[in-house]
T-cell receptor, first 112, second 116 residues
Framework: DAGITQSPRHKVTETGTPVTLRCHQT?????MYWYRQDPGHGLRLIHY???????DKGEVSDGYSVSRSKTEDFLLTLESATSSQTSVYFC???????????FGSGTRLTVV | DQQVKQNSPSLSVQEGRISILNCDYT??????FLWYKKYPAEGPTFLIS?????DKNEDGRFTVFLNKSAKHLSLHIVPSQPGDSAVYFC???????????????FGQGTILTVHP
């Protein structure tokens, strides 16, 4: 399997608290992405990175921030969690632009 | 605005028969299309892809067809097996201008159930 891991796998948090999800890869891939999966919406891009310290917003970036201080780690932070951010979050990596992704196993986040 | 649409939320098929999953897109700049398969509690896994310069790509039991004029692609699975039961996502990307950074736009997914 491709070396991509997400942590934690499950988390329950309270409304208004900050939450950080971690994506770690051992493939040395340049591109990393955060998606959320919701019923009826499929997978929607939150943020992505095209290199260390190079990040940009996706289609549903409000309420989220990211950081990539080294190639292997891409962190997603919910600055103040809301119930609408209850979702399954997937990290993905890609070796080259135009190729498909390898996904992590996901983080199920519940905001109560 | 959903640029990639899978209008069938679910599909049920008998084992051994053909499964046809459909996907429509609206962005004419998309030039690379992929299908992913997802089992519960796992991340999506790559299944098959097609470039816009082709109209068909085949890999074993899986064939993807692309109709650019209709902005439509389909995934055929023949013969279907119970282990194919999963959620299938189509995805598209555009490399025009070199600024897409490989971003994929996904459809909503179709739940395929193959009955023994």
């Amino acid at each position: 399997d491709a070396g991509i891991t997400q942590s934690p796998r499950h988390k329950v948090t309270e409304t208004g608290t900050p939450v950080t999800l971690r994506c770690h890869q051992t493939e040395n891939h340049r591109y990393m992405y955060w998606y959320r999966q919701d019923p009826g919406h499929g997978l929607r891009l939150i943020h992505y990175s095209y290199g260390v310290k190079d990040t940009d917003k996706g289609e549903v970036s409000d309420g989220y921030s990211v950081s990539r201080s080294k190639t292997e780690d891409f962190l997603l932070t919910l600055e103040s969690a809301t119930s609408s951010q209850t979702s399954v979050y997937f990290c993905a990596i890609s070796e080259d632009r135009g190729l498909g992704y390898t996904f992590g196993s996901g983080t199920r986040l519940t905001v109560v | 605005d959903q640029q990639v649409k899978q209008n069938s939320p679910s599909l049920s098929v008998q084992e051994g028969r053909i499964s046809i999953l459909n996907c429509d897109y609206t962005n004419s700049m998309f030039d690379y299309f992929l299908w992913y398969k997802k089992y519960p509690a796992e991340g999506p896994t790559f299944l098959i892809s097609i470039s816009s310069i082709k109209d068909k790509n085949e890999d074993g039991r899986f064939t993807v067809f692309l109709n650019k004029s209709a902005k439509h692609l389909s995934l055929h699975i023949v013969p279907s097996q119970p282990g194919d039961s999963a959620v299938y996502f189509c995805a598209a990307s555009s490399n025009a201008g070199g600024t897409s950074y490989g971003k994929l736009t996904f459809g909503q997914g179709t739940i395929l159930t193959v009955h023994p």
